[in-house]
Nanobody, 122 residues
């Protein structure tokens, strides 16, 4: 079973930056896509950034231009660079990985981390 461990969360002021990491305990051939989600109390978990097998990335409008998702396959690690953080970015951040369903052009998420908290003060 693949286990994901996030790190890098913390408290920053508005305009600050954080870099989240998500390390998988092992690699498997069927896991070829990933994403970062955010959840705040009382709301559903929302996808912020996703990466596909060919390296193509997608972002929600709320983070486009400020967040960057990337990966290091050799280290089984997914990253989320977050710049110009705003109070509305605050929440619990989760990474997820899965296998890409090409006929549906979507990632079927299978593995989830435990989350890392991001706090942004104004």
């Amino acid at each position: 079973q693949v286990q994901l461990t996030e790190s890098g969360g913390g408290s920053v002021q508005t305009g600050g930056s954080l870099r989240l990491s998500c390390v998988a305990n092992k690699s498997t051939p069927d896991i070829d896509c990933g994403a970062w989600f955010r959840q705040v109390p009382g709301k559903e978990r929302e996808v912020l950034a996703a990466i596909e097998p060919d390296g193509n990335t997608k972002y929600s409008n709320s983070v486009k231009g400020r967040f960057t998702i990337s990966e290091d396959d050799a280290k089984n690690t997914l990253f989320l660079q977050m710049n110009n953080l705003k109070p509305e970015d605050e929440g619990m951040y989760y990474c997820t990985t899965g296998n890409y369903l090409r006929r549906l052009s979507t990632c079927q998420y299978k593995n989830w981390g435990q989350g890392t908290q991001v706090t942004v003060s104004s």
